[in-house]
């Protein structure tokens, strides 16, 4: 009976410590096949951080694109330019914080009295926006506080 329990937990830690057959023996980097029989590699794993801090950005909206710099931790500077042309630009003051590797948790508010925050993953390319818009007179909104909240989603590129 000990035997036979020691040769079945020997087979189980043998077979539980193989890689799967589509794994790189030296990586251990997955090669799966695609729906065209190509090969392509799971890299989920091996995540490049990056640091948008003094970086450019473009971020496109179904309706809009941002140009934004990430001057420091605490300052922005933005440009947007609708589909018409017009443009709106300003250097506010912002919270930068970065809550992994690729993604970045960013706010600041507008001379307008616009609240944005940006939710930026550089590995998706993606950014979730809330926008929270003051509109004087307005009383629909949040029970008649005149605030107006928006919800965006982009692409997001680091520039060159």
């Known amino acids: 009976m000990k035997k036979a329990i020691i040769i079945s937990l020997s087979a189980f830690f043998i077979l539980s410590c193989e890689k799967p057959n589509n794994a790189d023996q030296k990586t251990g980097i997955n090669h799966e096949k695609t729906e065209d029989n ?3 590699e799971n890299l989920s794993a091996a995540k490049t951080p990056i640091n948008i801090i003094g970086k ?10 941002a140009e934004v710099e990430y ?18 630009e300003e250097t506010s003051t912002a919270g930068i914080k970065q809550i992994s590797d ?17 939710l930026i993953d550089t590995e998706k390319g993606s950014a979730s926006v809330l926008l929270s818009i003051y509109n004087e007179g307005e009383e ?18 680091l520039k060159p």
């Open 38 to 40: 190509s090969q392509s």
């Open 56 to 65: 450019k950005a473009t971020i496109t909206y179904p309706d809009f694109v």
């Open 71 to 88: 001057i420091s931790p605490t300052k922005v500077r933005w440009k947007t330019t609708d589909i018409d042309g017009n443009t709106l």
């Open 102 to 118: 690729t993604q970045f948790l960013v706010h600041w508010v507008e001379d307008d009295g616009t609240a944005v925050s940006q």
């Open 140 to 157: 629909t909104y949040n029970e008649g506080n005149g605030r107006e909240v928006r919800s965006l989603e982009g692409k997001f590129s």
